[in-house]
């Protein structure tokens, strides 16, 4: 039932800005812990921000603190990241994951290619 559909990724020039969407379906995201996670081939994947159920506090990375910025919208049922600033080294599979009654889901992910 639960659904994430990420989208918005795309191949982009360094120092650009980037604006990822999570859809849910089957789940009020208001109502979850939601994260978004990146992963380059090879390496593990890694938590970049989460936001708590019903309020706005957040965390983010050491590494994303300036330039990534998470945010839901309760009416839309939709989540979203900000990248400001991209760089090389930003390029990866961005997921999006929501953790609701013990369950965490995840969606297929959107491809962000960051390149001169």
């Known amino acids: 039932q639960v659904k994430l559909v990420e989208s918005g990724g795309g191949l982009v020039q360094p120092g650009s800005t980037l604006r990822l969407s999570c859809d849910a379906s089957?789940?009020?995201?208001?109502?979850?812990?939601m994260y978004w996670y990146r992963q380059v081939p090879g390496k593990e994947r890694e938590m970049v921000t989460y936001?708590?159920?019903?309020?706005?506090?957040?965390y983010y990375a050491p590494f994303a603190r300036d330039r990534f910025d998470i945010s839901r919208d309760p009416i839309k049922n939709t989540g979203s990241l900000q990248i400001s600033s991209l760089k090389p080294e930003d390029t990866a599979v961005y997921y999006c994951?929501?953790?609701?009654?013990?369950?965490?889901?995840w969606g297929q992910g959107t491809q962000v290619t960051v390149s001169a």
């Open positions: 089957g789940v009020r995201l208001i109502e979850t812990t």
């Open positions: 936001i708590i159920p019903r309020y706005n506090n957040v």
């Open positions: 994951s929501v953790a609701f009654n013990l369950t965490t889901y």
